[in-house]
């Protein structure tokens, strides 16, 4: 396969390396993708509130998910380096417990910075800006 070859002359601008584009001011690149998705953000919580960590069933009932699914969710977590997954047995049956690890609580620590920092942006925007008016000039709602 032949590359097209770029005949054009080069501008002063052409020369210069691109900067990605800066993030925009509502962007919050801090909301993690592996914690912001609803079930692994319940599970975070959930174990954030029980710093000993919550055996595998009773995080399950609180976060209304099934076996299934709460064992995959565990799994993208586990990878991330945000939770630790010990094995045990408890009454002759095997248990699992789960635990933030200190990575794990640290970094759901700054998720939680950056959801106060939305709701605070939000916040602001309200009180400036009351909703429920009407726009101006040639706007119509949908």
């Known amino acids: 396969m032949?590359?097209?070859?770029?005949?054009?002359?080069?501008?002063?601008?052409?020369?210069?390396?691109?900067?990605?584009?800066?993030?925009?001011?509502?962007s919050?690149?801090?909301?993690d993708r592996v914690m912001h998705e609803k079930a692994r953000l319940g599970i975070m919580a959930s174990l954030a509130a029980n710093r000993d960590g919550v055996v595998f069933n009773d995080?399950?009932?609180?976060?209304s998910l099934?076996?299934?699914?709460?064992?995959?969710?565990?799994?993208?977590?586990?990878?991330?380096?945000?939770?630790?997954?010990?094995?045990?047995?408890?009454?002759?049956?095997?248990?699992?417990m789960v635990r933030l690890s200190s990575t794990g609580r640290e970094r759901f620590a700054e998720y939680?910075?950056?959801?106060?920092?939305?709701?605070?942006?939000?916040?602001?925007?309200?009180q400036t800006q009351p909703s429920g008016q009407p726009l101006g000039g040639n706007w119509s709602p949908a």
């Not at 919050?28 to 909301?31: E, I, M, R, S, V």
């Not at 995080?59 to 976060?63: E, S, V």
């Open 28 to 31: 919050y690149d801090g909301l």
């Open 59 to 63: 995080l399950k009932r609180l976060c």
């Open 2 to 26: 032949r590359r097209k070859q770029n005949h054009s002359k080069a501008t002063p601008d052409s020369d210069k390396t691109s900067s990605p584009p800066k993030a925009g001011r509502f």
């Open 112 to 126: 939680i910075a950056v959801l106060e920092s939305v709701v605070a942006d939000a916040q602001a925007k309200t």
């Open 66 to 96: 099934t076996d299934g699914n709460l064992s995959r969710h565990l799994g993208v977590l586990s990878d991330a380096g945000l939770i630790e997954i010990w094995k045990g047995t408890e009454n002759s049956r095997s248990q699992t």
